[in-house]
């Protein structure tokens, strides 16, 4: 029997919860679960998708009163561990100019991904990086595609 594995869910902790949700409400997330603990040093609430996939958002007491992350553009991404997160559109430019007419100041410019993916990167209120992506390739796992110095 094959084993089918989903998407289910990614982890943050933040500072401010209420905060961080109003932010990635823009994804389309949507409060489904809040807990509260009894003494009030964590709050967890669950954010939901249309598609079934999940933002946990943990915000424990220890956090609230310190200052956003200060992470290079994509998380420090020549260190070791999870990066970011990435959500698709279908007009990048579009989105782009959505976050501008917001006057959203913490995002980069349009660029031209190494693997074939134009994407963009806003901060969410914590100073993580969050790629949005415009993905047209057409990839098979039957036959990779290499790119790079690999496919020479």
């Not at 954010?47 to 999940?54: A, C, E, P, Q, S």
């Not at 959505?98 to 209120?125: H, K, L, S, W």
């Not at 914590?126 to 390739?137: K, L, S």
Request: glycine share 6%.
């Amino acid at each position: 029997m094959e084993i089918l594995f989903k998407p289910h869910h990614c982890a943050l902790s933040v500072r401010d919860i209420d905060q961080s949700a109003a932010f990635y409400s823009m994804f389309g997330f949507k409060l489904v679960l809040r807990w509260a603990a009894p003494d009030d040093s964590l709050t967890i609430v669950h954010l939901t998708r249309d598609d079934g996939f999940i933002l946990e958002l943990f915000e424990y007491e220890s956090n609230r009163e310190t200052g956003p992350v200060n992470l290079a553009i994509g998380n420090d991404l020549e260190r070791l561990g999870v990066k970011h997160i990435a959500f698709k559109v279908d007009d990048l430019s579009s989105a782009a100019e959505e976050f501008e007419r917001m006057n959203y100041r913490q995002m980069t410019a349009i660029q031209d991904g190494r693997t074939g993916i134009r994407y963009f990167f806003v901060a969410d209120p914590d100073g993580n990086w969050v790629e949005i992506a415009q993905d047209n390739r057409v990839l098979n796992p039957d036959n990779p595609a290499f790119v790079g110095a690999a496919d020479q």
